[in-house]
């Protein structure tokens, strides 16, 4: 838990150590006679609420749905029997909904073992420009898993507690530039039943995310989860997606690489079994459709 809050507070102290160029800017608007008079949230700094696996710092804009269909197929070395994973897949279908400008929540459901989701996430500090601008985003996620499996052993005594994971994040992100985004992601994942008794029931991991603008419409995308304690001794390893984000006008289109099968924290942070130097990674694509479903009253 120590090394936890040492890794974090390194990597906040960094991201707030970059609003001296803010500063200096503000500085340059005054001697120039452009001082800002009014405050300005910083948007866009991914083009989704999720980076591929993680959530990202972005928000929904209140009054509208996000549409998701995260599809991940097997694993590329299975070779040509399996048509190099093609064969296989996996799949999760969510429902994301913006509130307010900084709270919004979802839920969903995937097949990799039957899994329903939600989530709450909300933004109490916003990276802003003008007068009191903060330097950076953090957003607090709260969520919950359900295992929606058949019991291994229905002759036991079952609970339906046993079948519920909890995580909680803290989602501390900046956007550098119109090209360069890059967030941090403390998370405590809570397993009501752990699936042997030498597991530990809270895992705690910090992930790091970021994107990288190449093109107008093509940017380079990649979350990582380093699992820093909970972790069990073998068979499990540390979640790394590497993706594109391809805007098509309207939709946002995501072709990536993981060595993760799960699509939700519990999933990938606990349970992900391949290994990138083994090839044990898979292909997969994310695709979002945003929809007005209310008028703000702005609108």
């Known amino acids: 838990m120590k090394k936890l809050i040492i890794i974090t ?4 102290a960094g991201l707030l150590t970059s609003n001296r160029s803010f500063a200096q800017d503000e500085d340059l608007l005054k001697l120039l006679g452009e001082e800002k008079t009014t405050k300005e949230w910083v948007k866009y700094a991914f083009k989704s609420s999720r980076v591929i696996n993680s959530h990202s710092m972005e928000f929904l804009n209140p009054g509208t749905m996000d549409f998701r269909i995260l599809h991940r197929f097997g694993q590329l070395n299975q070779g040509y029997k399996n048509f190099f994973g093609l064969d296989q897949a996996s799949m999760r279908m969510g429902f994301d909904f913006g509130i307010l400008q900084n709270l919004m929540l979802g839920f969903g459901r995937s097949t990799y073992k039957k899994e329903l989701d939600a989530y709450l996430k909300f933004a109490p500090i916003r990276q802003s420009t003008g007068p009191g601008s903060m330097p950076v985003t953090v957003a607090l996620v709260s969520g919950v898993t359900l295992n929606g499996m058949d019991w291994a052993d229905p002759d036991r005594k079952n609970f339906f507690t046993s079948k519920l994971a909890y995580y909680f994040q803290v989602v501390i992100g900046r956007k550098f530039s119109e090209g360069f985004t890059l967030q941090v992601v403390p998370t405590l994942v809570h ?10 029931n809270d895992i705690y991991g910090i992930g790091v995310g970021g994107r990288f603008k190449l093109s107008k419409r093509i940017a380079f995308t990649w979350d990582y989860t380093h699992v820093v304690m909970g972790m069990p001794d073998s068979g499990y390893y540390q979640p790394l997606s590497l993706g594109f984000d391809i805007e098509t006008g309207g939709h946002v289109f995501q072709l990536h690489f993981s060595n993760s099968t799960g699509m939700n924290e519990r999933a990938f942070i606990t349970e992900t079994t391949g290994q990138w130097g ?6 997969g694509f994310n695709l979002s459709r945003v929809f007005q479903v209310r ?3 702005k609108q």
């Open 191 to 200: 397993l009501n039943l752990a699936p042997f008794n030498t597991n530990d």
């Open 295 to 297: 008028k703000s009253k």
């Open 278 to 283: 083994k090839t044990e990674i898979r292909f």
């Open 9 to 12: 507070a390194s990597c906040f």
